[in-house]
């Protein structure tokens, strides 16, 4: 079972990137994914979840800049960020969990797998 994030790099304020969460091991179908990131000395949060449904959930930080989608068929899901601001430089993961809904979505200890991470750095 492996979950790898990988789309991150150094953009200007203002500037998009697209995160991807491949899945392998595993069937993406039966699972909710959620989005985390990690800034230096800052505790991991949660930043949106995606549902078996597709049904969408937000941090009320990214809401309306953030958006979440799913490939079950690519075994992927993704992460479009727009407008990226100085504040949004983290450490990003994916997390999957086997349930119907994105219930306490934003809690990373409730996933049954974790991926690795990638950096995201948005320069003022």
């Known amino acids: 079972v492996q979950l790898q994030a990988s789309g991150g790099g150094l953009v200007q304020a203002g500037g998009s990137l697209r995160l991807s969460c491949a899945a392998s091991?595993?069937?993406?179908?039966?699972?909710?994914i959620g989005w985390f990131r990690q800034a230096p000395g800052e505790e991991r949060e949660g930043v949106s979840c995606?549902?078996?449904?597709?049904?969408?959930y937000y941090a009320d930080s990214v809401e309306g800049r953030f958006t979440v989608s799913r490939d079950n068929a690519k075994s992927t899901v993704y992460l479009q960020m727009n407008s990226l601001k100085p504040e949004d430089t983290a450490v990003y993961y994916c997390?999957?969990?086997?349930?119907?809904?994105?219930?306490?979505?934003?809690?990373?200890?409730?996933?049954?797998?974790g991926g690795q991470g990638t950096q995201v750095t948005v320069s003022s």
């Open positions: 995606i549902d078996i449904g597709s049904n969408t």
């Open positions: 997390a999957a969990n086997r349930g119907l809904r994105c219930a306490r979505w934003s809690r990373w200890g409730l996933y049954d797998y």
């Open positions: 091991g595993f069937t993406l179908d039966y699972y909710v």
